[in-house]
């Protein structure tokens, strides 16, 4: 991934247009960027007053299945055999958002929440192994 343009880098070229009078695409000529990137900057001083960089990377996608964390942690603490695929197909219902069973799963695995396996429920050994 790309690295975000110095703050120096970004206040001279803010600095080139808005004081020395030069275009956005002269600026980017001078100091090696793309057209768009001055124009982006400059756009922004303008309206906003600074041309910081934004923060990269991250979880973007958690946001939607994070806004019912309440509502998912009290389904399982009132039924704590629930599956992942039910969990889903409960939001969907109440909800209307979507939710594959493996994005529930990492809803849980962010949290460090871990459910242990019921001795009451595990199979039967294979036939044929008995001790």
Request: aromatic share 6%; net charge positive; glycine share 8%.
């Amino acid at each position: 991934m790309a690295k975000p343009l110095s703050p120096d880098l970004r206040l001279r070229i803010v600095r080139a247009v808005e004081d020395e009078g030069m275009s956005c695409r002269g600026a980017a000529g001078r100091f090696g960027v793309a057209p768009s990137t001055a124009i982006e900057l400059v756009s922004e001083w303008r309206s906003t007053g600074a041309c910081e960089a934004e923060a990269q990377g991250g979880d973007r996608r958690s946001a939607r299945i994070e806004g019912h964390a309440a509502e998912i942690l009290s389904l399982v603490e009132a039924t704590p055999d629930m599956t992942l695929a039910e969990i889903a197909d409960h939001l969907f219902k109440v909800h209307g958002e979507r939710f594959a069973p493996s994005v529930v799963w990492r809803f849980f695995d962010r949290r460090n929440i871990t459910f242990k396996k019921n001795i009451a429920r595990q199979r039967a050994g294979s036939a044929g192994r008995r001790r």
